[in-house]
């Protein structure tokens, strides 16, 4: 065989073997992208486009080296380039099914920026050392090297290319190359290939979108709602008589009604909450229903006055009310919610914003945010709300040494997935769970210490409420952004008065997070604006439902029904339906669905119906294997 035919038959076959690094871990982390997260079979030659891309623009330094450098230290820095390249691939495939495990999207490049950067930390407070997951990081990086150092010389198409082109050829081929990949590359930049769903493109552009999507649920625009919605923002008129008491919002993340002492829980997790409750004039729903099972839309629903199948892309919301009426609206968040798909922009315009990438510390600490408040000026006499957003009941907050009170402890956040391992976990989660809660009311207790001590609450109402609850082993599952049973659901809400003001009672004993934006105001003495549907607590009239949505699960609280309050749901992607009497079988533990008297059936089949059919087109992932029996 001629020379130049055996070296081009060489360089071919080096350049297959390389694209079977680069494709082979590309085609196993698609068929589980697409197969197990229900993207779009289009998202497969889209990322491969992408793959293609980055493999193309890697090639070019190390062309560049073979052709200027001397070999042994040109075939040096060549190996080293695409072995960290092929490492981030790797990396990268591993961070994105994590985020869709665990909150069911494609990490965005501010969340991995930070998390990254937080690396060690976010390992502590999961429980792991981080040399137990940069160990074996650095043995698949080591034997990744080692698989190609011994298939160097079977891979070594660029030193082929480098001794058996002219120079002409040999620089027209890296021309050649960087024209391909700009234009793919401009392409991508372009958020061309983000309708497909390829992943990458999802990672750095989707943070910059200015569609309202949130985590499992996408707002897609209606002009018509739109309309509606700018139509009552123009309509809305402050009122001149309003009271204007400071608004204390506290929301803790992942916070469950029924793990309280002051709802009744056997362990004493919340002793300053119960004695403030004996102190302080409270009203109180024990168990009220988040909109669902995230903080997205929980946050949405409590801010907008309404339930998911009604967001809007641009809602008025008690932020922008109270600002209407004088209101300096100052938001201190613990975790990330510049980052999480859509917080930042969904609270609109407000004066100041903080939340825990730019406190200090750690993003989900919660001291971050007690030492802001601790830097804040006395009360000024301007009416403020003050919205706070506590982690330390979420799975990635971090709980201090003095809050440990129940073992054996495990952070189920490092539990990918969603599903209970065995009891011996749920033990361990529970546990973990009641120290965060235990923690939490310290939290509470120095906040309320510190705004009373700067004259904030000389006139105010204090609200404490969550925007979620938590799976801990109930039905088999773990954590939340999942399901629609009542750990999840379940929230507690209510309202510490402070100051000379009488208040009016709650009327009401169902409620939703939809219901305490219309609550305040009511309080305050302000018009609600004509959109919002959630329902005063003082007022006593028939609600006829409550609305929750988790991704394909839809369902109500029906508040009227004989023998009630009764919740049903319907899930459209297994067609099951689910019907309980929750006063008297608030852990679900039979299904009533086949008994239910059929007027009722019907009632609430055409009601989800239109759920549906409202709801409009809905980021559909599919939810965990091990349905509720």
């Given at each position: ?8 038959r060489?360089i071919?076959a ?9 494709l082979?871990?590309a085609?196993?982390?698609?068929a589980?992208y697409v197969a197990r997260?229900?993207m779009?079979?289009a998202a497969?030659p889209?990322?491969l486009l992408v ?10 330094p190390?062309?560049?080296v073979?052709?200027?450098l001397p070999?042994?230290?040109?075939r040096g820095?060549?190996r080293?380039l695409?072995?960290?390249g092929l490492?981030?691939?790797w990396?990268?495939?591993g961070l ?9 999207r494609?990490p ?5 920026e930070?998390?990254v950067?937080?690396?060690g ?9 981080p040399?137990?997951?940069g160990v074996p990081?650095l043995?698949?990086?080591?034997m990744?090297c080692?698989?190609l150092?011994?298939?160097r010389?079977?891979m ?12 002409i050829?040999r620089?027209g ?8 990949a700009?234009?793919?590359?401009r392409?991508w ?7 497909y ?13 200015n569609?309202a999507?949130?985590?499992s649920h996408?707002v897609?625009?209606d002009a ?5 919605e700018q ?9 001149t008589?309003?009271q204007?008491?400071?608004?204390v919002?506290?929301v803790?993340d992942?916070?469950?009604?029924d793990h309280?002492?002051?709802n009744?829980?056997?362990?004493p997790?919340?002793p300053f909450?119960?004695r403030l409750a004996?102190?302080?004039?409270t ?6 229903r988040a909109?669902?099972?995230?903080s997205?839309c929980?946050?949405?629903g ?11 892309g641009?809602p008025v919301t008690?932020?922008e009310?109270l600002?209407?009426?004088g209101?300096?609206?100052s938001l ?7 980052g999480?798909y859509?917080?930042r922009?969904m ?12 406190l200090s510390g750690?993003v989900n600490d ?5 030492g802001?408040v ?7 006499g301007?009416?403020r709300?003050l ?5 330390s ?12 009170r129940y073992?054996p402890?495990?952070?189920y ?6 599903k209970l391992?065995d ?9 973990h769970?009641?120290n965060g809660m235990?923690?939490?009311d310290?939290i509470v207790a120095?906040l309320i210490?510190?705004?009373r ?9 204090v609200?404490l409420a969550?925007d979620?609850?938590?799976y801990l082993?109930?039905?088999?599952r773990i ?13 507690p809400l209510m309202?510490f ?8 009672p709650?009327?009401r ?10 609550t305040l105001l009511?309080?305050?003495?302000m018009?609600?604006?004509?959109t ?8 006593d009239?028939?609600?006829p439902?409550?609305?929750f949505q ?8 029906d508040?009227l029904a ?5 919740k049903?749901?319907?899930d459209?992607?297994?067609g ?7 006063a008297r079988?608030?852990?679900?533990r039979?299904?009533l669905?086949?008994?239910?008297a059929?007027?009722l059936?019907?009632?609430?089949r ?10 409009g087109?809905?980021?559909l992932l ?5 349905r509720?029996q």
């Amino acid at each position: 065989m001629p020379p130049a035919s055996a070296a081009r038959r060489r360089i071919a076959a080096g350049l297959a073997l390389e694209a079977v690094f680069w494709l082979a871990p590309a085609a196993l982390f698609l068929a589980v992208y697409v197969a197990r997260y229900d993207m779009p079979a289009a998202a497969i030659p889209a990322h491969l486009l992408v793959v293609f891309m980055f493999a193309g623009a890697l090639a070019l330094p190390r062309m560049v080296v073979r052709m200027l450098l001397p070999q042994a230290i040109a075939r040096g820095i060549d190996r080293g380039l695409l072995a960290l390249g092929l490492a981030a691939q790797w990396a990268y495939y591993g961070l994105v099914l994590i985020g869709l495990a665990s909150w069911r999207r494609v990490p965005t490049l501010e969340l991995l920026e930070v998390y990254v950067r937080q690396f060690g930390r976010v390992m502590e407070v999961l429980g792991m050392a981080p040399a137990l997951v940069g160990v074996p990081i650095l043995v698949m990086f080591l034997m990744l090297c080692l698989a190609l150092w011994f298939t160097r010389a079977h891979m070594d198409w660029i030193a082929g290319l480098a001794r058996s082109a002219s120079p002409i050829t040999r620089w027209g081929m890296v021309g050649l190359v960087v024209i391909s990949a700009t234009g793919v590359f401009r392409y991508w930049l372009d958020a061309e290939l983000t309708p497909y769903s390829e992943p990458l493109s999802l990672t750095v552009h989707e943070g910059f979108r200015n569609h309202a999507d949130l985590q499992s649920h996408t707002v897609r625009g209606d002009a018509t709602a739109d309309a509606r919605e700018q139509a009552a923002r123009t309509a809305y008129v402050p009122a001149t008589s309003a009271q204007r008491s400071n608004v204390v919002l506290i929301v803790a993340d992942a916070l469950r009604a029924d793990h309280m002492s002051l709802n009744g829980y056997a362990r004493p997790t919340t002793p300053f909450l119960t004695r403030l409750a004996r102190e302080v004039p409270t009203r109180r729903v024990e168990t009220a229903r988040a909109v669902c099972s995230e903080s997205p839309c929980g946050l949405l629903g409590m801010a907008s006055g309404r339930y998911v199948h009604q967001f809007v892309g641009a809602p008025v919301t008690l932020q922008e009310v109270l600002r209407l009426h004088g209101y300096r609206v100052s938001l201190i968040l613990g975790g990330d919610h510049t980052g999480f798909y859509g917080l930042r922009r969904m609270y609109g315009r407000v004066d100041d914003y903080i939340d825990g990438p730019r406190l200090s510390g750690y993003v989900n600490d919660d001291h971050g945010v007690i030492g802001h408040v601790a830097a804040m000026a006395p009360w000024d006499g301007q009416p403020r709300m003050l919205q706070f957003h506590l982690m330390s009941t979420h799975c990635l907050g971090s709980r201090a040494a003095e809050h440990v009170r129940y073992r054996p402890v495990e952070n189920y956040c490092a539990s990918f997935g969603g599903k209970l391992r065995d009891q011996a976990q749920r033990e361990g989660a529970v546990n973990h769970y009641d120290n965060g809660m235990h923690q939490l009311d310290a939290i509470v207790a120095r906040l309320i210490g510190l705004l009373r001590d700067k004259g904030y609450l000389e006139d105010a109402l204090v609200v404490l409420a969550g925007d979620h609850g938590e799976y801990l082993g109930e039905f088999g599952r773990i954590m939340h952004a999942h399901g629609v049973h009542e750990p999840v659901i379940g929230i507690p809400l209510m309202i510490f008065s402070f100051g000379p003001a009488a208040r009016r009672p709650f009327l009401r004993r169902v409620a939703s997070q939809a219901d305490l934006a219309p609550t305040l105001l009511a309080d305050l003495g302000m018009p609600r604006p004509a959109t919002w549907t959630g329902v005063p607590l003082q007022e006593d009239g028939p609600v006829p439902f409550l609305y929750f949505q988790q991704a394909r699960e839809f369902g109500l609280i029906d508040t009227l029904a004989a023998d009630g309050p009764w919740k049903y749901w319907r899930d459209l992607g297994s067609g099951r339906e689910f019907a309980y009497r929750i006063a008297r079988d608030p852990q679900e533990r039979e299904n009533l669905i086949a008994t239910a008297a059929p007027d009722l059936l019907r009632r609430w089949r055409a009601e989800v119906d239109t759920l549906v059919a409202r709801a409009g087109p809905t980021r559909l992932l599919p939810m965990f294997e091990d349905r509720p029996q």
